[in-house]
């Protein structure tokens, strides 16, 4: 059958706003991809984002034309993702097209997408994302954000605007709120400290159990690690400063571990080069999202099994989520075993 390459723009509506150090991200819409050949559909989903170089679905989708116009058959997905590069394709909107690239491998193979990547089961539980909000609104929230889930652990966004008398009193009132809860806390400050205020508040969040720190320090800014790094109190996890896997070269002496994103890399094939290099040196990963529905979260869970922590929730902020796929079973974001990573996007959703 010939190649057909389709898009659709959805809008993906959401139950909160997510805050973090930057802004606020609502409601927005995303660009999904269906790759059919051969009587076999991968799908695969781009999420916009300023700092991923696409803010907006026509973006994303006029790149995508461009690059699709070069020819993609009977190329490898690691020379394509060299091409996208070099193309300077947005990682945001070429991880549409590499994931269903990969989805489409696996369904031709028959197998789960961890299976035919080889790697294991998806078994490490993932934490649900509490936004910067007022520490008045923390004790409802998480108790919405915990209703019906079998949720082990909660990421929390600090590095608010109004400085760290703030995200101490959001942060005890998380405390406060989850005690009955057994949770494991952890903390992304999305760059939203200075040097001296990220070394005061990760001996302060130690003290009060936190897991791990995530992005203490703005991107551009990694040269102030090495103050960091020697005496932590905590892990320090990368995730705005690592986009390739290039980058953990740069930064491997003064961090514990990389977080990646399929929208910030450029999909699978770049993520699990970045696994591979964090290996290379002994470092920890994570994986995380963006605004993204089950289609790119299955892809992303897929790979989860062989990565240390999970950060795989943004569609159980979706009302509704435009694809299915994939469910949270004992913490465990899961995709669907079947062959493929298991997300679709909903027929009522194809444009």
Request: glycine share 8%.
């Amino acid at each position: 059958m010939n190649l057909q390459i389709k898009f659709h723009k959805v809008l993906l509506k959401k139950r909160f706003p997510l805050a973090i150090s930057r802004g606020v991200r609502g409601d927005s819409y995303n660009l999904f991809l269906s790759y059919e050949k051969d009587g076999l559909v991968g799908w695969g989903e781009a999420a916009p984002g300023k700092n991923e170089k696409a803010e907006t679905v026509v973006e994303m989708q006029d790149q995508l034309t461009a690059f699709l116009e070069t020819g993609i058959e009977n190329h490898s997905t690691e020379a394509l993702n060299q091409r996208a590069k070099q193309m300077q394709i947005a990682p945001c909107a070429y991880a549409a097209l590499d994931i269903a690239l990969w989805d489409w491998k696996a369904k031709k193979a028959q197998l789960p997408l961890y299976e035919f990547l080889k790697l294991p089961k998806p078994s490490v539980p993932s934490s649900l994302t509490l936004g910067i909000i007022p520490s008045e609104q923390v004790k409802e929230r998480i108790k919405l954000m915990l209703q019906n889930t079998s949720a082990k652990a909660l990421k929390i966004k600090l590095g608010s605007p109004q400085g760290i008398e703030a995200d101490q009193q959001m942060f005890a009132q998380v405390i406060e709120s989850t005690q009955d809860n057994q949770l494991k806390i952890r903390v992304d400050a999305n760059g939203g400290w200075s040097t001296q205020d990220a070394i005061y508040m990760m001996k302060w969040l130690a003290e009060r159990g936190v897991e791990y720190i995530e992005q203490p320090l703005e991107e551009g800014q990694e040269s102030e690690l090495q103050y960091l790094f020697p005496n932590r109190p905590l892990p320090i996890y990368i995730d705005e400063s690592c986009r390739y896997a290039n980058d953990v070269d740069k930064w491997a002496d003064r961090i514990d571990g990389v977080n990646m994103k399929l929208m910030k890399c450029g999909g699978i094939t770049e993520a699990l080069m970045i696994i591979e290099n964090a290996k290379k040196y002994g470092l920890k990963t994570m994986i995380g999202c963006m605004s993204e529905s089950s289609v790119s979260i299955a892809a992303a869970a897929a790979l989860s099994g062989g990565i240390h922590h999970i950060d795989l929730d943004s569609h159980y902020n979706l009302q509704p989520d435009p694809s299915s796929g994939v469910q949270m079973i004992d913490g465990v974001t899961t995709p669907d075993f079947v062959p493929g990573h298991g997300g679709i996007l909903k027929p009522e959703y194809h444009a």
